[in-house]
């Protein structure tokens, strides 16, 4: 086969270009730190690396519902730890109250402070958190305490649940029914109205406030333990974090001291490609004419 000076030019300019390329593609991966830059560099690394995204995304995602999660359970769990403060404060009211050395006026005076910690209470039963009522189960948009402390809220109250896992789902809101249903606004309404009226019956509302105390602390507690649940969720959402996040950079990242010595290679070739190519042209009748 003849071999032609133009088919040498032609050859060399390919393989320029060829070479141009290659160090094209090094100096965006350097710029990127990223293995592929379009889709059709590597359709491997292209398809992997969606999956591993989705899995990081979905991490992120399971974050901020823990996140949204942990707003509730704090605001919840304060709301109930004044509600006992409240409460026990009542106790005392009320064991002050049986003493049969308090007169009328001073129970009178015991009384003021009882109505204004059951108002305390009503506005604890109707917390509100971004424009949610925490304590209502899944009616959020609506109170469920009027100002009387009268149940608003009919039925039974659902559970708010928020997924923290692939197939897991934690609940967020505390069931009213177990701290501020009726029996709770009607203990604290019969001691009102035992100060005033029964002064007799002021013992009994002692042990009153002792199973509404009781009832507020096991809910409490029972918020605790999913508290503690979501504590773990959130370490093992963090280890998926980082797992994922290893191994999609570890998909399509960059080795740079690779990269940088395949960079300087390609130079190195490329120079010795240009100075080659620079003998292969052939020299014109002008060349000799000088």
Known sequence: MRVTQGMLSNNMLRNLTNSNNQLNKYMDQLATGKK????????????????????????????????????WMDNSDAALDKTTQALQRIRELAVQASNDTYSTDERKNIKVEAEQLKNHLVELANTKVNEKYIFNGTDTQNRPVDEDGSLLREGEPGKVEIEVFAGTQLAANVNPDKVFNEEFFGNIDQFIDNLENNPDGIQDSISDMDRNIDQTINARAELGARMNRLELVENRLNEQEVIAVSTMSKNEDVDYAETITKLITQESL???????????IQPSLLDFLR
Not at 46 to 55: E, F, H, I, P, V
Not at 270 to 280: P, Y
């Open 36 to 71: 592929i830059n379009k889709p059709s560099d590597d359709p491997v690394i292209t398809l992997k690396g969606m999956n591993y995204r989705s899995q990081v995304n979905q991490v992120e995602q399971y974050k901020r519902n823990t996140n949204e999660l942990h707003n």
């Open 270 to 280: 490329h120079r010795a490609a240009l100075s080659a190519g620079s003998r292969i």
